[in-house]
């Protein structure tokens, strides 16, 4: 008896049926053409572009209440297309995966139709989740990358037991799908970023492989790699497994698994190179700089007074203002091999897409090279000022303090020539002298004659009080022709014109005092 009953209770355990998913999708040819032609376009997306296509639309937002807040809009499509595509493939994937792991183990009657439906309702369901919420889409990418890994495995290393690829499953299912979930601004972001273009990259190639294996020939070899879904669940030793072994050692086959490996590698290569080469947003490029030089900017002069924005030491000027100029952006490895190490630190930042680096008129000045070259010389030396002591030490420090303050002192020299340039700008430019009234001897005390325009030659230094009260008039051509006429070049000195004419020479005279206190000030400030 006890021989009798362990055959009975194995094949109840054990019900193998003879399933063949290739062969299901090849009966109907409208059927197989969109499932092909679905697999293709899916796999070569993900393949190339998957890791930038969670960025694909992903800055849709939802439309703002008319009532300020600060609460942000929420995104509609927080993975992006991306997230569609894997959310589309990991629902219908699922669910041909249950279907498989049922019909491997009964008979089932299981249509094209029925099959076209239980792989298209699933993964319209999933796709918008997981086109909306981000963390659901990395969680089906880390699953659909884990599970085409094994089948890859199998195919390559020919694993025969259910056991060993559950045992592959398990291992590689946290592995590639636990890292996807760290937050965005963690140190650990490259491990995320690198993890997330293998599971693409490998979800790609399987997909586009098996979209290819739907009109490739030979037939049967085609139909052994697109089995291999089949295979991932199905019993040990049963009727579907045995079919499908039988052309793995075939060179078609081979081809298939070399392939994929070559898709894979190529994929990785060709997202790094598009994602750091390529595309390039402007944008976050630009606000990365900005924030690189804002945090380098802080840390360098922390503890460390400069003359030009500090009030007590008699600068005025603003802190961004000082900075202007030397903003002195890193770049990429990929820069700096194209530039053939004609990068050199200390130039003028580029600025969006021109070719020759454009400056602030700061980095224009000759003691530009010099200056920053001190100061920088200063920062290395990792030196702070020294704190104040008694006056029987100050002997002692001077010199320490004098080295230290270095790049001030050569900044302040630098604005000190910069100064002596602009001096005759704020000195009197010899400006012409209005029309002035001056009394003839030989008429009445009620008229006068009006003389020439004159200009002072002096400038703001030469000026004297005593060269303002003596001012008179030359002798012009247009003097001489007025006085050598009679009556019509005669004006009548009336009480008006007179208080008119004072008032334009005090004003004139204020003018010129003005003028010569500007020019003593900015002397003095030397």
Request: charged content about 15%; some cysteine.
């Amino acid at each position: 008896m006890p021989g009798d009953v362990g055959p009975v209770i194995s094949m109840l355990y054990r019900r193998d049926a003879l399933f063949s998913l290739a062969t299901l999708l090849s009966e109907n040819k409208s059927f197989k053409i969109v499932f092909g032609v679905v697999w293709i376009i899916c796999g070569l997306l993900l393949l190339f572009f998957g890791l930038d296509s969670f960025r694909w639309l992903s800055s849709f937002r939802s439309k703002g209440s008319s009532i300020p807040s600060t609460k942000q809009p929420r995104r509609i499509l927080g993975a992006g297309v991306g997230g569609i595509l894997i959310g589309f493939l990991a629902g219908s994937t699922l669910s041909i995966l249950l279907i498989t792991s049922f019909a491997t183990r009964q008979s089932s009657t299981l249509t094209p139709g029925g099959l076209l439906v239980a792989w298209l309702i699933p993964g319209l369901i999933v796709a918008p989740l997981a086109g909306h919420f981000s963390f659901l889409s990395r969680v089906l990418t880390g699953l659909l990358g884990s599970m085409n890994l094994v089948l890859l495995l199998t195919a390559l290393g020919g694993v025969h037991t259910l056991a060993t690829r559950a045992a592959l499953l398990v291992v590689a299912a946290p592995v590639l799908t636990v890292p996807l979930l760290i937050p965005p601004k963690s140190r650990w972001g490259q491990v995320k970023w690198w993890l997330l273009n293998i599971n693409t990259s490998f979800v790609g190639a399987m997909i586009f492989l098996d979209g290819i294996a739907l009109f490739a020939s030979p037939q049967d070899t085609s139909h052994a790699w697109l089995d291999l879904w089949t295979l991932l669940f199905a019993p040990d030793l049963g009727a579907s497994e045995s079919t499908i072994v039988q052309q793995w050692g075939t060179t078609a086959f081979k081809g298939y698994v070399a392939g994929a490996i070559i898709l894979v590698l190529a994929g990785i290569a060709f997202e790094w190179y598009f994602d750091h080469c390529a595309d390039e947003d402007v944008g976050e490029e630009w606000s990365d700089y900005l924030g690189v030089s804002t945090e380098q900017a802080e840390k360098d002069t922390e503890g460390r007074p400069d003359a030009a924005y500090m009030p007590e030491m008699g600068g005025s000027r603003a802190y961004g203002e000082v900075r202007a100029g030397i903003l002195d952006v890193p770049q990429s490895l990929w820069a700096r091999i194209k530039s053939h190490g004609r990068y050199r630190r200390g130039a003028p930042a580029a600025y969006g897409g021109y070719s020759e680096g454009r400056s602030t008129p700061l980095a224009e000045q000759p003691s530009y090279t010099e200056r920053v070259a001190s100061i920088r010389s200063f920062r290395r030396s990792g030196r702070r000022p020294a704190r104040y002591v008694p006056h029987e030490d100050e002997e002692a420090i001077d010199g320490d303090f004098d080295v230290e303050f270095e790049g001030v002192y050569a900044y302040a020299d630098q604005q000190k020539d910069g100064l002596h340039l602009a001096i005759p700008q704020y000195t009197s430019p010899g400006m012409p002298r209005i029309p002035s009234y001056s009394s003839e001897p030989h008429q009445s005390q009620s008229s006068s004659l009006i003389s020439g325009s004159t200009a002072v030659e002096k400038t703001g230094e030469e000026i004297s009080q005593k060269d303002l009260d003596n001012v008179s008039p030359p002798a012009t051509a247009f003097s001489g022709d007025l006085a050598s006429q009679e009556s019509p070049g005669q004006v009548t000195a009336t009480p008006s014109l007179l208080n008119a004419v004072e008032r334009i020479q005090r004003a004139q005279q204020e003018t010129r005092m003005d003028a010569e206190s500007q020019s003593v000030c900015y002397a003095s400030a030397i």
